[in-house]
């Protein structure tokens, strides 16, 4: 009876021991997981994009005249002072060449001149003659008026006819004055390129409108300018700005006077305020070939920020401050995932996931406002995979 019973408590401790190999071996392993924490702490809420520095004022400075262009000495960079630096000379031009047909035109127009000249200059002769007639005209009278001979109304005539024949005369010498100024023109279109005499007193001095620095040289080489074209640009570089376009839809939400923080230029961040969000927006074609409604945001550097090493027209990455936030319950975002309730995260729990719905407040990046589901100092899954569902065992990943 012994030997029977022993074999039985043998067996029965054999199948156990089988039975709990099987339940070791089939058991679902542990999912290695990155773990995060739900913590208080500062959270901002930013948007960003690129800008470029500027100069607040800029000055374009254009020649005055057309004429020929001295080369301009001021280099890049060289500063300038306002009414006392010569950044520019320039000589005006002379007379254009004339083909052969306003060549011949222009002597046509000599030729009337002069003879235009000639016929007045006859008629001041002609009224000469008139006013010396009637000045004898008037001794004769007055000799027959003293011998009673002639009325004294025929004595007013002849003084008449004098005033009258000497208004004549200044009206021919007024016709000389001005043949003689239309033949100066008609002869000056004939002035060929490079004969005339040109004194110091025609020359232009452009000096500086402003206090700054050369920031552009637009026309360097001495040469023929037209009016108006541009030379050089001046600006103050201590005295500068960013623009940044941001979408039409993120610059609804900026505000004069919000925080800036300016990245991107190869330093430390530097702080700066909005001055100004432009009312009017414009399409930009993306690098994608999207059109965008974008708007100009206008960014002042704060006081003490140390923008030495930056100039005109450099790249920055302005950051815009729209909330923040001193003690403030966050998760991750890339806990996060969308359920059938709503935004979700896994928590860990005694080794195993546990779903929970959240209520999201404010978001960025990198972290999510949590409103309710969580509290400070739970410990999260990070990158939930779709395998992994409520009540799964799991364990931390180890860096």
């Not at 009414?83 to 007379?95: K, Q, W, Y």
């Not at 010396?132 to 009278?141: K, L, P, V």
């Not at 360097?220 to 960013?242: D, F, K, Q, R, Y």
């Not at 990070?382 to 799964?392: C, K, T, V, Y």
Request: net charge negative.
């Amino acid at each position: 009876m012994a030997a029977p019973r022993a074999r039985t408590i043998l067996f029965g401790m054999m199948g156990l021991v089988v039975v709990a190999f099987l339940v070791v071996a089939f058991q679902p392993e542990p999912v290695a997981v990155d773990a995060g924490t739900v913590r208080l702490g500062p959270m901002q809420v930013t948007i960003a994009d690129d800008g470029r520095t500027r100069v607040r004022e800029l000055y374009v400075v254009s020649a005055p005249v057309a004429g020929r262009l001295l080369r301009i000495d001021p280099e890049v960079g060289d500063e300038v002072i306002a009414n006392e630096t010569e950044i520019a000379t320039l000589l005006p031009s002379g007379p254009a060449f004339l083909d052969e047909r306003r060549q011949k035109e222009a002597r046509a127009a000599v030729e009337a001149a002069k003879a235009a000249l000639e016929f007045a200059s006859a008629e001041v002769s002609r009224v000469q003659a008139e006013v010396d007639y009637a000045q004898s005209e008037i001794r004769r009278t007055e000799a027959l008026v003293k011998s009673n001979t002639a009325s004294p109304a025929a004595l007013d005539r002849a003084q008449l006819s004098y005033r009258t024949a000497l208004a004549k005369l200044e009206t021919a010498r007024s016709s000389v004055r001005m043949r003689r100024a239309d033949l100066a023109v008609a002869e000056a279109a004939l002035t060929e390129p490079g004969s005339e005499q040109r004194e110091v007193s025609g020359i232009v001095k452009i000096k500086a409108p402003i206090d700054g620095a050369v920031l552009t040289l637009l026309h360097e080489s001495e040469g023929v300018v037209a009016s108006g074209t541009p030379l050089l640009e001046l600006g103050n570089p201590s005295e500068i700005e960013i623009v940044a376009d941001f979408l039409s839809h993120q610059a609804v939400k900026v505000k004069p006077g919000a925080k800036v923080l300016i990245e991107g230029w190869g330093g430390e961040p530097l702080p700066g305020i909005v001055r100004l969000v432009e009312p009017k927006g414009f399409t930009k074609i993306s690098a994608l070939g999207i059109e965008e409604q974008r708007v100009n945001i206008i960014i002042d550097f704060a006081d003490g920020a140390d923008i030495t090493r930056l100039g005109h027209g450099f790249r920055v990455e302005p950051r815009i401050v729209l909330w923040e936030g001193a003690d403030v319950l966050q998760i991750p975002t890339s806990a996060l995932y969308r359920g059938t309730d709503g935004w979700q995260a896994f928590r860990i729990s005694d080794g195993q996931a546990q779903s929970v719905v959240l209520k999201i407040g404010r978001m960025n990046d990198e972290f999510a406002e949590v409103v309710d589901g969580l509290s400070n100092g739970d410990q999260i899954i990070l990158h939930p995979s779709d395998s992994l569902a409520d009540g799964f065992a799991v364990k931390i990943r180890k860096n």
